[in-house]
């Protein structure tokens, strides 16, 4: 019979092994996010989607790699991680049902037949979203689209567009524009998922660039 080896797990190696990988990947991740910003810059929308392309790949990795840390994470302290993915499916069912009740409807009216008394349509933001989060690497903080979009846009906004609606000091048109970012998300556009606060486009919102961005 052969003789029993006793196999010890050294917990921190893993865990060590499992964060050098998803740096060197994650860096790889940011060169190729930097020079897509770079063609963006010099008008290349091609090649931008070229280099964003090669990002989905290492993401879905990256991804993996993180829930894979998670779980043996889990099994080391005595459970299988299942609570946790039930948790996240009810989460995310739940957010679903909310935001069905939540829709909101918005209908700007133009006041008259002046120019500077328009209000900019919600879909005009849509472009401008997507081109700043290319120019941002791909992610950024919705803060940073919202400074991208105002200078891409500074010759568009109409001065309905910057009456300010409430006691916080939102304008009219930030309001268009986060309606709008609901509805990219909904079409799969953008993702805000992946970080609290944040925006990241996706590859649809990369192909929908590409088509309608020149």
Avoid: C
């Amino acid at each position: 019979m052969p003789e029993k080896t006793n196999v010890t797990i050294d917990k921190e190696e893993i865990i060590s092994a499992f964060e050098n990988v998803y740096e060197k990947i994650n860096g790889y991740v940011a060169n190729l996010k930097q020079k897509s910003s770079d063609e963006i810059l010099n008008g290349s929308l091609e090649k931008a989607q070229q280099l964003l392309n090669e990002l989905v790949p290492y993401e879905s990795v990256i991804k993996k790699l993180s829930e894979a840390k998670e779980l043996f994470n889990n099994i080391q302290n005595g459970s299988n991680g299942n609570e946790k993915v039930n948790e996240e499916k009810e989460e995310s069912n739940s957010e679903q049902q909310e935001g069905e009740e939540d829709d909101v409807i918005f209908d700007p009216q133009f006041l008259d037949e002046e120019d500077e008394n328009k209000i900019t349509p919600e879909e005009d933001f849509r472009i401008p979203m997507l081109k700043g989060l290319i120019y941002l690497g791909g992610s950024a903080a919705i803060d940073e689209v919202i400074g991208f979009v105002k200078k891409d846009m500074k010759n568009k906004l109409t001065a309905k567009d910057t009456e300010v609606i409430n006691e916080d000091g939102l304008e009219k048109w930030h309001e268009s524009l986060l309606i709008e970012s609901e509805r990219m998300v909904e079409e799969g556009l953008i993702t805000n998922e992946k970080k609290e606060g944040y925006w990241e486009i996706v590859q649809k919102g990369i192909d929908y660039l590409a088509k309608h961005g020149k």
